[in-house]
Nanobody, 123 residues
């Protein structure tokens, strides 16, 4: 069993940056690929980024590529999402999850979801 807790959300101005963190319980964190999703009001949850268990491989949704960076610190059981050049359309609840199939962007291939952290991009 893995428990995930996201943090770092808040209000940020357009063009600004925000760094999200996801803390994982359990000793086997370094065995899992991880991912971030987001859900905007009235929309379905969408894939954002994922990272392999070693931190050596990543992939992103096209709309986030070049603006968002996913990373992990296995010594601290933490995965991060650095978000730059934020836009109002990035406003959403951001979730981290365990990636059961590296390479997938499908919600069904992720489990042990966190409770989410709200990011609001507004002036």
């Amino acid at each position: 069993q893995v428990q995930l807790v996201e943090s770092g959300g808040g209000l940020v101005q357009p063009g600004g940056s925000q760094r999200l963190s996801c803390a994982a319980s359990g000793r086997t964190f370094s065995s899992y690929a991880m991912g971030w999703f987001r859900q905007a009001p009235g929309k379905e949850r969408e894939f954002v980024a994922a990272i392999n268990q070693y931190g050596t491989g990543t992939y992103y949704a096209d709309s986030m590529k070049g603006r968002f960076t996913i990373s992990r610190d296995n010594a601290k059981n933490t995965v991060h999402l650095q978000m730059n050049s934020l836009k109002p359309e990035d406003t959403a609840v951001y979730y981290c999850a365990v990636n059961r199939l590296y390479g997938s962007r499908s919600e069904g291939d992720y489990n042990y979801w966190g409770q989410g952290t709200q990011v609001t991009v507004s002036s």
